[in-house]
């Protein structure tokens, strides 16, 4: 996303706003594609998509563009440098494992939640979002979770930054409700996600406790509605979320 810094270089701006088109895109595209897409010259698109081609972050195949997996290690370095995304994922894929349902890990960038790390269960299911997916933190488990461990200065400033966007007829937008809830979070230990995201997915999720060593992190599970409610996510989904965390806060306090 871009923000309103006007000191940016507008060169790189128009270079990700390329890269990002090819990647949304479901085929590979051209250049009067891409120019009509982005809203430059075809003259200037050219030129980006040939220096991104030279640094490999782009591929050219008759005159047609997709992007590369050069950008593929960009991702995978940034995230080996989070010791929570090294020293957790094995746990998360073990509370994948154990609960059969889709397990993740998000940490807080700038005030949203990214996805960093997700284990598929044996159910036939998979979240609507992807590593690197960054996501309000209001709208899902994860998310709150990394919220309640926040002071209320800090929770408004986020509020300020990003507003707090309606994504279901579920989602908490009126920030009263949200601090109540995050209260409740605050004593439970845990937060819950029912719809607010989409519509037919419940969640739980815990912070990791890093004491200040990195960004705040959260480890969940989600699920279909029709699947985890009840006593197997009140009860069973929630103390292996629970119990992976303190596992997770073990191994990186040695």
């Given amino acids: 996303m871009v923000g309103n810094n006007t000191k940016r270089v507008q060169a790189t701006v128009h270079s990700f706003r390329i890269l990002e088109r090819l990647l949304d895109a479901e085929q590979s595209m051209g250049v009067t594609e891409l120019s009509d897409a982005v809203g430059l010259s075809k003259g200037v698109v050219h030129t980006h998509l040939g220096t991104l081609s030279e640094l490999g972050y782009v591929k050219k195949h008759q005159q047609r563009y997709v992007p590369s997996l050069g950008l593929l290690k960009l991702g995978e370095d940034a995230r080996s440098r989070l010791s929570v995304f090294t020293e957790a994922r094995h746990h998360v894929d073990n509370l994948a494992r154990v609960t059969g349902e889709v397990a993740t890990l998000f940490v807080e960038e700038d005030g949203l939640g990214v996805c960093v790390y997700t284990a598929l269960g044996t159910e036939p299911w998979t979240p609507d979002y992807t590593c690197g997916s960054r996501i309000?933190?209001?709208?899902?488990?994860?998310?709150?979770?990394?919220?309640?461990?926040?002071?209320?200065?800090?929770?408004?400033?986020i509020i300020d930054e990003h507003g707090l966007t309606r994504m279901t007829t579920e989602t908490v937008t009126i920030p009263e409700s949200l601090y109540s809830e995050l209260e409740n979070v605050k004593e439970d230990g845990v937060s819950f996600c029912r719809g607010e995201q989409f519509s037919d997915v419940v969640g739980v999720a815990t912070t990791i406790d890093l004491n200040e060593r990195g960004p705040k992190a959260a480890i969940?599970?989600?699920?279909?509605?029709?699947?985890?409610?009840?006593?197997?996510?009140?009860?069973?989904?929630?103390?292996?979320?629970?119990?992976?965390?303190?596992?997770?806060?073990?191994?990186?306090?040695?």
């Fill in 136 to 157: 309000p933190l209001h709208i899902n488990a994860p998310g709150k979770a990394i919220l309640a461990s926040f002071d209320r200065d800090r929770v408004d400033d």
């Fill in 220 to 254: 969940g599970v989600c699920g279909p509605r029709s699947r985890l409610s009840g006593r197997y996510l009140e009860e069973d989904i929630i103390g292996q979320v629970i119990s992976t965390a303190k596992s997770i806060q073990i191994e990186l306090t040695r």
